[in-house]
Each structure stands twice: as C-alpha cells, then as structure tokens.
C-alpha cells in the first residue's frame, strides 16, 4: 500500500528551452522537489522541512553503527506459510530475490561509538515491515539474548502493524514480543526505541511503545490506527500535523526528536549513562 | 457440539441480536459484584466494565468488554470499542488483583479498539502495549474467554493469560474480516470471503496453539439458553481458577511466557 510513496518526478530547471532535466523526490510532508542526488547525499532526509525518509536495514546500519562491527542473528529465518493463505509463499520469495532481505527486521549485536547493544532495524520495504513469524520470533530471541548477557537493546522500528497474511499467529507476536522485553527490563536491562518513518498499528501497539527511552526521528509517522480509517470513523478531516512525531511528542508518547545526523552519538551517549564504567564518549 | 458451520455463519451468531453479554452473564455467574470505575489518570470508560465479585464462594477481579443490548446501550459503550482510559482501568483493576492475591478472569468481545482522534491522542498504542506487557508478569492467575468477537491487539489487550477459552462460535482475529478485506484486497465487500479463509474459529484457534478450550454453546447459539451458556462458563472458571491457584507463580508465570513465546511459524 505504500509502495508508492515516494515518486520519483522530473524536476525540470526553470521550465527553459532546452528543458534539462534530473530525477527528482517529492517530499511526502512539504512536497517539495528534492533532486535525488541531493536527498541520498542527506541520508534521505528532507531539505526543505526536515522530515526524515525510509532508509533501508542496511543503510541504517552503515551510517549507525561502528563500521564492520554489526553481528546478525539469525539471518536465515523465514516465515512458513500458516494460515495457507493465498500466494504468501510466493509473494515472499519474490520480497528476498527483490530486497536482499529475508523479512522485514534484521537483528544482532553492534558496537555504537564502542558501546555494544543488541539491535534491531526494521525495513520498510518488505511487506511494509509487517509483523509475522519470523519479525517476533528474531525480537523475542533478541531481547533473550540481551537479558542474558547484560546489554541494552535499540530497535529502529517501522511498520504497518501486524502481518495480515499470517492471521491470528502475526496478532500473538505482539505478545511474544512484548513478554521479551518486560523480563529484559525486570531484569534491569536498558531499552531505546528509535520510531522511524512509519511506526504503527499493532508494532505500536507492542514492543516500539515499551522503551524506557522513546526516541523518533522528526516529522515521521507514529499511530495505531490509520489516519484513513480514522477519517472514515469521524467523517472529518484531521490536522496536517496528526500522528507525526512533534505532534506525539506534545501528547506526551515520544521523549525526544532527534536528527538522523545526531542519532550516533546521541545512541552512545545515552547508552554510557546507563553503564557503570566512566569512560567519558 | 455443531462442527458443520462456516466461520461467516459463525460471525453471523456473534452478531444475532440477544446474543448474551457479560451483563447477562455476571448474576448467573457471580455474585457480590461491586463495579469499579475510572482508570484514574483520564476518565471512565463505558467499553469496559471491571470489579470485585465472588466465584463459588472466592473473591475474583473481573474485566470485561461490553457489548450493548440494544442500540442505547450500544452508544453508551461505544459498540465495544474501548479508548485507552478502558485498557488503562483494566490495568488498573489487574494491578490491584495482583496486590490482594486475586485471581483475574477477563471476558474479550470487541471488534477491536476505537480508532479515532482522541484514541490516538492518549495513546491508544501505548495502553495496549502496556497490558500485554503488565499482564504477561502479573503476579496472580489470569484466565481470558472470548465472548463473541475478538477483534485486533484491541482484544489481546486483555488476552495475555494463563489460559484462553472460546465459546463455541466466537472468533479471535488479528483484525476484523472487513478490515481484512479491505486492507489486502481493497474490497471491504469481500468480508464473507476474509472471513472463511482467515482461520478465525475456535477450533482454529485451539489448532493453532492460542486458545486451549472450548466452551460448549447450546444448540443454535448462547441466546437459546441464556443459564444452559452461563452454567457451562461457571464450570470451566471454577475448575480452571482452582487449578491455575494451585501452582507456584513462579511456575505459572514461565508457563504463560512460554504459551505465547512458541506461537509463530518459520524454518531456518
């Protein structure tokens, strides 16, 4: 459904004679024309209103984490098939030829300006990070993993919510997941959620509500319901700024926006006041 | 028990007008029950009722979503659709169970958490995430049955237990067939089709490992004998709330972790 978020469009210069022409991004927040070199050059962050763009699992982890320090877990899970439904099986096949991807989260152990943190990435492009099997079971045996050996956890979320394709078993990760980290924070553990563009319906509802620290990146989407669905329900129109990160943040769901270029070091240091040593980052 | 219907026919049932409630079932089932209001941050919400009553005898908390009986009462509880104030009561109520070493027996019937301005405004996510996390450490048995509907992570906020029972013709669903068709194929008006394929059942869900038993209905459906329906719940409360007050929590509490910690399919 949000395969076509981004369009890419021609930006033409000054509409002149000789009409030349380079592939530009239209921002989904100010809609204003980015030029797609430029936008890859920011990280896929807006000029204009500083809205910040889906990044895939990878990119995520090269401009995050400490280079060549990222250990994946469980990197050749996939999902079966179990409510047969219709074409699922092939669907997926065709997501992992396509995105490199074996579903929509990548999990493991990274070090962030030499801190270690058991993480999390979700990505977008991939049945739009949905929620089934395979995303629960690599948060739960992530969170496992975490409690065991004492580390904090960062999640980058982004989802559309639960796996529909799946059935009532994407619905039960939500419990899977979440029991994960209640016990890793019993047993003391530090949990950041990093909300990324879009984070919502039943991963909102689950695991990316339950950090100790809330972190998104600035103006990305953060809700349950869908602003249509919403829309439908009160058969009027809702505020430019509904659901996007500010506007949760002032209800009082997110503890803070932080830019994409600040994320690094902001990680770090919030890790480091949550561990004994004083080693200053 | 009648194995022939679909699972539309089923949703059909849920759906029929004199389908019983919990405020049909609490004075067959329970008795002292005193309501509890207000989640004591925001407000009271009418989609979910909780409170204090005795089963044969022993002091329980009850939670419950509401369905109305008609379309006055409907309006009243939102047609079942609890705000986060309704899930945050429930916590509340689970909370002060734990607190008094009472077990806490959660009824489930609801299409699923209002969706709408003020739901998303006090965090609708975050008072589901919350339950499911709370409930799945709460120190004393917890038993859920699922009514009628159980729409969305709007019912598994109050499905995180020791064990789930389905009455014989009610549905869990991770969202509502309408919903379903309407997200996947775009087509709200393929429900009848969503519904047959989604694997919504009782028996479903006993197969699939979410639910671990069925509570049988007289024949036709809860309406036609509204104490025959009530009876049999009573049956299975008592001896489950007896058995679950038994264990060590300890052990209770490793169970309930690893009941929804298996569920999920994938090979590797």
């Known amino acids: ?281 | 028990m009648e194995n022939t219907k679909t699972a539309w026919e089923r949703l059909a049932l849920v759906h029929t007008k004199g389908r019983p409630t919990i405020r049909d079932y609490i004075p067959l089932i329970f008795t002292d029950f005193y309501e509890m209001h207000g989640d004591r941050l925001y407000g009271d919400d009418h989609a979910v009722i909780g409170g204090i009553a005795r089963l044969e005898g022993k002091p329980v908390t009850i939670i419950a979503q509401v369905k109305g009986r008609d379309l006055n009462e409907n309006k009243d509880c939102n047609f079942a659709m609890p705000l986060p104030e309704g899930y945050r009561k429930a916590l509340r109520l689970a909370k002060q169970a734990e607190k008094f070493h009472r077990p806490v027996i959660c009824f489930i019937d609801t299409p699923g958490a209002y969706a709408g301005m003020a739901a998303e405004e006090r965090g609708q996510g975050e008072a589901i995430a919350k339950n499911i996390a709370e409930f799945m450490t709460l120190r004393t048995p917890i038993i859920s049955i699922v009514l009628g509907e159980g729409g969305s992570g709007g019912a598994l906020a109050l499905g995180v237990c020791d064990e789930l029972a389905m009455l014989e013709n009610a549905q869990y669903s991770v969202v509502s067939p309408r919903g379903f068709a309407s997200i996947l194929w775009k087509d709200a008006s393929r429900e009848e089709e969503a519904c047959n394929i989604m694997q919504v059942t009782a028996d479903d869900m006993v197969r699939l490992g979410v639910a671990e038993t069925i509570i049988e209905e007289p024949l036709g459906g809860a309406h036609n004998d509204l104490d025959k329906i009530s009876e049999n719940i009573k049956e299975y409360l008592s001896l489950k709330i007896e058995e679950k007050c038994q264990k060590d929590i300890d052990e209770l509490l490793k169970a309930r972790y690893t009941k929804f910690r298996k569920i999920g399919e994938f090979t590797e």
């Open chain 1, 1 to 281: 459904m949000f395969d076509d978020f981004f369009k890419v469009v021609k930006y033409r210069f000054n509409g002149g004679e000789e009409e030349e022409s380079a592939p530009s991004i239209k921002c989904p927040r100010c809609q204003s024309n980015i030029p797609v070199e430029r936008y890859e050059e920011l990280h896929r962050v807006c000029p204009n209103c500083n809205y910040h763009g889906r990044l895939s699992a990878r990119e995520r982890i090269a401009i995050t984490f400490d280079k060549g320090s990222f250990e994946e877990f469980d990197k050749d899970m996939i999902s079966c098939d179990p409510i047969n439904f219709p074409d699922y099986t092939e669907k997926q096949a065709e997501l992992r030829e396509t995105t490199g991807l074996n579903d929509a989260i990548v999990t493991g152990t990274a070090l962030i300006k030499g801190r270690r943190a058991v993480v999390g990435i979700m990505d977008s492009r991939y049945m739009m990070a949905s929620m089934g099997s395979v995303v629960g079971e690599k948060i739960a045996r992530a969170f496992e993993y975490a409690t065991e050996n004492n580390l904090p956890v960062v999640m980058f979320t982004a989802s559309g919510g639960a796996r529909m394709q799946e059935g009532i078993v994407s619905l039960m990760q939500m419990a899977k997941t979440s029991g994960a980290v209640k016990l890793h924070s019993d047993s003391g553990g530090l949990y950041i959620t990093v909300l990324t563009d879009p984070t919502t319906g039943g991963v909102t509802a689950s695991f990316a509500s339950l950090g100790d620290i809330i972190i998104a990146e600035p103006k990305i989407l953060i809700g349950f319901a869908g602003r249509r669905v919403i829309e439908s329900t009160m058969k009027q129109r809702l505020p430019e700024d509904f659901q996007l990160a500010e506007f949760m943040q002032q209800k009082g769901f997110v503890d803070m926006i932080v830019d994409r270029k600040k994320m690094r070091s902001t990680l770090s240091k919030l890790i480091a006041m949550h561990t004994n040593d004083r080693k200053e980052v």
